[in-house]
């Protein structure tokens, strides 16, 4: 079982940046894919982007393509969400995730371990 913390969340302005950060502690990191996903209030959670085991491979929503960035560090067991160019509509709480293989995947059903979650807020 992995333990999957995330921070880096706050309050930004329309057009800033944020960087989300997920920490990863006990199953092997390194070894298989990582992903962000977010929940808005009254919403599903709905995937963001995603990084395979090695971070040669990432998907993105189309929602956020171009303008976030996931990347990962396996020898600081750490996955990152880099958030440039904020939207209102990108107000949610961030989740980390693991998945259950080595490559990326947009399927919520893939990722079996979740973190707490991060408030992302961004104001117009």
């Known amino acids: 079982q992995v333990q999957l913390v995330e921070s880096g969340g706050g309050v930004a302005q329309a057009g800033g940046s944020l960087r989300l950060s997920c920490a990863a502690s006990?199953?092997?990191?390194?070894?298989?894919?990582m992903g962000w996903f977010r929940q808005a209030p009254g919403k599903e959670r709905e995937f963001v982007a995603a990084i395979n085991w090695s971070g040669d491979t990432t998907y993105s929503a189309d929602s956020v393509k171009g303008r976030f960035t996931i990347s990962r560090d396996n020898a600081k067991n750490t996955v990152y969400l880099q958030m440039d160019s904020l939207k209102p509509e990108d107000t949610a709480v961030y989740y980390c995730?693991?998945?259950?293989?080595?490559?990326?995947?947009?399927?919520?059903?893939?990722?079996?371990?979740w973190g707490q979650g991060t408030q992302v807020t961004v104001s117009s």
């Open positions: 006990g199953r092997t990191f390194s070894s298989y894919a």
């Open positions: 995730a693991q998945s259950r293989a080595p490559s990326a995947s947009y399927t919520t059903r893939n990722f079996i371990s």
